[in-house]
Nanobody
Protein backbone atom coordinates (compact mmCIF):
# COMPACT_ATOMS: atom_id res chain seq x y z
CA UNK A 1 0.00 0.00 0.00
CA UNK A 2 1.27 3.43 -0.94
CA UNK A 3 -0.19 6.63 0.45
CA UNK A 4 0.01 10.13 -0.99
CA UNK A 5 -1.14 13.01 1.16
CA UNK A 6 -1.90 16.46 -0.18
CA UNK A 7 -3.80 19.62 0.62
CA UNK A 8 -1.57 21.27 3.19
CA UNK A 9 -0.70 24.93 3.05
CA UNK A 10 -0.69 28.26 4.78
CA UNK A 11 -3.96 29.56 6.18
CA UNK A 12 -5.00 32.24 8.63
CA UNK A 13 -6.44 31.36 12.01
CA UNK A 14 -10.12 30.59 11.67
CA UNK A 15 -9.70 29.32 8.14
CA UNK A 16 -10.17 25.87 6.66
CA UNK A 17 -8.16 23.28 4.78
CA UNK A 18 -9.04 19.90 3.38
CA UNK A 19 -6.35 17.23 3.36
CA UNK A 20 -6.56 14.27 1.00
CA UNK A 21 -4.86 10.90 1.17
CA UNK A 22 -4.81 8.66 -1.88
CA UNK A 23 -4.12 4.97 -1.37
CA UNK A 24 -2.81 2.75 -4.15
CA UNK A 25 -1.65 -0.84 -4.31
CA UNK A 26 -3.34 -3.55 -2.26
CA UNK A 27 -6.17 -1.35 -1.02
CA UNK A 28 -8.47 -4.31 -0.36
CA UNK A 29 -6.20 -5.15 2.58
CA UNK A 30 -6.81 -1.79 4.25
CA UNK A 31 -8.80 -2.08 7.47
CA UNK A 32 -8.69 1.49 8.72
CA UNK A 33 -7.27 4.84 7.69
CA UNK A 34 -6.48 7.84 9.80
CA UNK A 35 -4.58 11.07 10.23
CA UNK A 36 -1.78 11.95 12.59
CA UNK A 37 0.25 15.11 13.01
CA UNK A 38 3.71 15.93 14.22
CA UNK A 39 5.53 19.06 15.18
CA UNK A 40 9.29 18.75 14.65
CA UNK A 41 10.91 17.65 17.88
CA UNK A 42 7.68 16.27 19.32
CA UNK A 43 5.96 12.92 19.16
CA UNK A 44 3.47 12.13 16.44
CA UNK A 45 -0.09 12.34 17.72
CA UNK A 46 -3.30 10.80 16.49
CA UNK A 47 -5.75 13.37 15.14
CA UNK A 48 -8.61 11.35 13.69
CA UNK A 49 -9.17 7.81 12.52
CA UNK A 50 -11.72 5.26 11.52
CA UNK A 51 -11.80 2.48 14.08
CA UNK A 52 -11.90 -1.24 13.43
CA UNK A 53 -15.44 -1.31 14.77
CA UNK A 54 -16.58 1.08 12.09
CA UNK A 55 -16.63 4.12 14.31
CA UNK A 56 -14.67 7.33 14.39
CA UNK A 57 -12.14 8.71 16.82
CA UNK A 58 -11.08 12.31 17.21
CA UNK A 59 -8.49 13.79 19.51
CA UNK A 60 -10.06 16.13 22.05
CA UNK A 61 -8.10 19.02 20.60
CA UNK A 62 -9.86 18.75 17.24
CA UNK A 63 -13.35 17.55 18.14
CA UNK A 64 -16.03 19.69 16.56
CA UNK A 65 -13.54 21.28 14.16
CA UNK A 66 -12.10 18.40 12.12
CA UNK A 67 -13.99 15.75 10.18
CA UNK A 68 -12.51 12.57 8.74
CA UNK A 69 -14.19 10.93 5.78
CA UNK A 70 -13.46 8.44 3.01
CA UNK A 71 -14.85 7.45 -0.33
CA UNK A 72 -16.80 4.32 -1.09
CA UNK A 73 -13.88 2.67 -2.86
CA UNK A 74 -11.84 3.00 0.33
CA UNK A 75 -8.90 4.40 -1.58
CA UNK A 76 -9.26 8.00 -0.47
CA UNK A 77 -9.39 9.51 2.99
CA UNK A 78 -9.99 13.15 3.78
CA UNK A 79 -9.55 15.44 6.72
CA UNK A 80 -11.69 18.56 6.67
CA UNK A 81 -10.19 21.06 9.08
CA UNK A 82 -12.25 24.07 10.09
CA UNK A 83 -11.69 26.86 12.59
CA UNK A 84 -7.98 26.27 12.39
CA UNK A 85 -5.77 27.51 15.19
CA UNK A 86 -2.04 28.28 15.20
CA UNK A 87 -1.54 25.24 17.44
CA UNK A 88 -2.84 23.05 14.61
CA UNK A 89 0.32 23.86 12.65
CA UNK A 90 2.21 20.61 12.01
CA UNK A 91 3.09 18.03 9.43
CA UNK A 92 0.03 15.87 8.85
CA UNK A 93 0.42 12.20 7.95
CA UNK A 94 -2.15 9.72 6.78
CA UNK A 95 -1.88 6.08 7.68
CA UNK A 96 -3.52 2.90 6.48
CA UNK A 97 -3.63 -0.13 8.71
CA UNK A 98 -3.81 -3.69 7.39
CA UNK A 99 -3.74 -6.88 9.42
CA UNK A 100 0.03 -6.90 9.50
CA UNK A 101 1.35 -3.48 8.62
CA UNK A 102 0.65 0.15 9.41
CA UNK A 103 1.55 2.14 6.32
CA UNK A 104 2.42 5.82 6.34
CA UNK A 105 2.31 8.45 3.67
CA UNK A 106 4.65 11.40 3.47
CA UNK A 107 3.61 14.41 5.48
CA UNK A 108 1.84 17.46 4.21
CA UNK A 109 2.59 20.67 6.04
CA UNK A 110 -0.12 22.81 7.56
CA UNK A 111 0.76 26.25 8.82
CA UNK A 112 -1.82 28.40 10.57
CA UNK A 113 -0.90 32.03 11.05
CA UNK A 114 -2.32 34.10 13.89
Amino acid sequence: VQLQASGGGLVQAGGSLRLSCAATGNIVSIITMGWHRQIPGKERELVATFTTGGGLYYADTVKGRFTISRNNDNDMAYLQMNSLKPEDSAFYYCNARTRRVNYWGQGTQVTVSS
